[in-house]
């Protein structure tokens, strides 16, 4: 099937993006890397009357620390999570997640901003993003404001993105001592969504978990804090008896629903084998 016609342009600036938006009257959709929003319009899942191209908008672009804060643009694309040397030292989830996202080909292309921007819970970064503690940087019409991870992703495919709003980037607090982090997912095949994922950060001060965050994906409407999970590990040295508790608390913290490929207690035993499998993997980055 192919798409739909429609007018296309490529902004020169946000403000010139978020007016020729607002022209249309909404009847837009903007393009980062394309490959969600491309296959969308192909199986005619939508069908607006202009695209607008956001690639070529230098303020989405560069990758940058800002004190304690790591800038990554919203057009930086997946395979700089793998190759940037800001990111693997002050963002390494992002670049152990990176791996884990689809092929090559579409790492090449899609942008971490449009990663966060689409949502899909079956996702890793945005489970990373709710891991590490980002904060989303959005423009709108009236400015600009930064949103924390935790209050950004609202629903399946929902953020806290107005529609002609824009994605500006990704900042993330820079590791402190003591800090690890582990990723994995159960995927059918490497580079298939996931059927489970899991991303945690913590920060042990002698062996002792002082700060725990536990975020799964593909396991219900978006990426779940595991609250539960994380308060049996905390203040305490991660080994079979916690790790064995956390895996327990799982069931407080998740509540997905049956769906055709997965009865509901089956994901929450899948979640509860990969948290095991990344809590003994843990690895130092700070
Ligand atoms: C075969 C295939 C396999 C895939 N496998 C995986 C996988 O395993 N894991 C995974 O996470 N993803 C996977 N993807 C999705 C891929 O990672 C996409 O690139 C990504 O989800 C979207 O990024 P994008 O830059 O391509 O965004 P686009 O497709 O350009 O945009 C996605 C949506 O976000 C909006 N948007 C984009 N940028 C902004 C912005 N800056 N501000 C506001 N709105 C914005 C667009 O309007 C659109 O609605 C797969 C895709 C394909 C085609």
Do not use: C
Request: charged share 20%; proline share 7%.
């Amino acid at each position: 099937m192919k798409s739909p016609a429609f007018e296309y342009m490529r902004a020169e600036s946000i403000a010139a993006a978020m007016t020729a938006y607002a022209e249309a009257d909404g009847d837009a959709v903007y393009l980062s890397g394309g490959h969600s929003v491309v296959p969308s319009l192909a199986l005619r899942l939508q069908a607006p009357a202009l695209m607008v191209d956001l690639s070529e908008i230098p303020t989405l672009s560069g990758i940058s620390l800002e004190g304690e804060w790591l800038r990554i643009g919203a057009m930086t694309r997946h395979v700089q999570a793998i190759t940037d040397p800001l990111i693997n030292k002050y963002a390494p989830l992002f670049s152990a997640a990176a791996p884990y996202v689809a092929h090559p080909a579409i790492r090449n292309r899609g942008t971490l901003g449009g990663s966060l921007a689409h949502a899909d819970p079956a996702s890793e970064f945005p489970a990373v993003a709710v891991a590490i503690r980002t904060e989303l940087e959005i423009a709108s019409p009236t400015g600009i404001r930064r949103v924390p991870a935790d209050e950004f992703f609202l629903d399946i495919y929902e953020t806290a993105i107005a529609p002609g709003e824009i994605l500006q980037a990704i900042y993330i607090p820079v590791p402190v001592a003591g800090q690890v982090i582990g990723f994995d997912e159960i995927a059918r095949r490497r580079g298939d969504y996931a059927m489970v994922g899991a991303a945690v950060q913590a920060v042990m001060t002698d062996s002792i978990v002082t700060d725990m965050s536990i975020s799964l994906f593909s396991v219900g409407d978006r990426p779940t804090r595991a609250a539960s999970a994380e308060v049996a590990l905390q203040g305490r040295v991660i080994d079979n008896a916690s790790i064995a508790d956390a895996q327990a608390a799982l069931s407080d913290d998740l509540s997905p629903t049956d769906d055709p490929q997965f009865p509901a207690h089956m994901r929450v035993l899948l979640a509860r084998v990969l948290l095991g499998r990344v809590l003994s993997n843990l690895k130092v980055v700070a």
